[in-house]
């Protein structure tokens, strides 16, 4: 299969695991990664493709390992934050809460003096509130519903943001369509799935951008791999965070400082705890770049007899 017969299913593959089409690429990706990672990795490195990856083929054994304290307590309680999206608003009044969701629990008589009450709907929330942003992370597609739209037209903000980050495509909290149609195009989208722009008429051109995690995954794996740090503290994960807008290098040498500044950093090959944790802003930046490894092949020079 050529790369032209992998952009044809990218295309094509845009609802999640579900898809035929998305099955076909994730095999004839793996099989790629079988026999040839440096092509994979220059393939993927495509912003086109980028687009289309709901999160990365592999994660390196050492990296895997740092994250798994972190990714447990993350995902560890998957069941309970779906019920509580599904529950309404969340106060502290409410029995048997969930401990994750615990310091987001809002005050009863904090929401009373709003109009609103436990488990309030998504719909009363924004209507009684009016916010500025609707940040999607339910996994229940439709979730942000021509209702919620239109409540959201309250708003104290006059652009405000929708992130229907949830993905695959079905379970996208709403499409830009739903969002520009309702709103028109004084708003700011993005997606975890991805989504061409919306033609409004008239010339105007509904943007819709995609919040991949794959731009910030690498950073972080390289930062937490270079630093020697045995977890990715929350910390590491606000100083990515903060630079998500820039390149991996960016993040991976946020992610080095905050690791020694946080006591992390036990070193990485040739570079000893000690000496890591004296590299200052510069020089972790160098040190990044000098670790970064590229998909090209190297030009072999042949010693004559």
């Not at 035929?20 to 993927?44: F, G, Q, S, V």
Request: net charge negative.
């Amino acid at each position: 299969m050529t790369v032209g017969d992998l952009k044809r299913l990218e295309v094509h593959a845009r609802d999640g695991p579900s898809d035929p089409n998305a099955l076909a690429k994730w095999r004839t990706l793996n099989r790629l990664h079988d026999r040839n990672e440096t092509i994979l990795a220059a393939y993927m490195t495509e912003e086109e493709v980028l687009k289309g990856l709901y999160t990365l083929l592999y994660l390196g054994i050492g990296v895997l390992n740092a994250a798994r304290k972190t990714m447990a307590r993350m995902i560890g309680n998957k069941e309970n934050a779906f019920e509580s999206s599904i529950l309404g608003l969340i106060t502290d009044e409410r029995e048997n809460i969930d401990p994750d969701a615990l310091p987001f629990a809002r005050k009863v008589k904090e929401i009373h003096r709003q109009g609103l009450k436990e488990g309030s709907s998504l719909v009363e929330v924004v209507q009684q509130v009016k916010p500025d942003v609707l940040l999607g992370l339910s996994a229940v597609g439709g979730l942000f519903s021509k209702e919620v739209l239109e409540a959201l037209k309250g708003s104290t903000s006059t652009t405000p943001a929708i992130f229907a980050m949830s993905n695959p495509t079905k379970n996208a909290e709403c499409t830009p369509e739903e969002a520009f149609s309702i709103l028109g195009d004084n708003i700011i989208f993005a997606s975890g799935s991805p989504f061409k722009d919306v033609d409004l008429g008239n010339g105007h051109i509904g943007h819709c951008n995609q919040g991949n995690n794959m731009y910030l995954f690498p950073g972080i794996g390289l930062g937490t791999l270079l630093a020697g740090s045995g977890i990715i503290s929350d910390g590491m994960l606000q100083a990515a965070a903060e630079c998500i807008r820039d390149i991996t290098k960016r993040v991976a040498a946020a992610v080095v400082k905050e690791a020694i500044e946080e006591d992390l950093a036990e070193g990485y090959r040739e570079m000893d705890a000690r000496e890591v944790r004296k590299l200052n802003r510069e020089e972790i930046s160098e040190y990044v770049k000098n670790n970064m490894w590229s998909p090209e092949y190297p030009t072999l020079v042949y010693k004559k007899d």
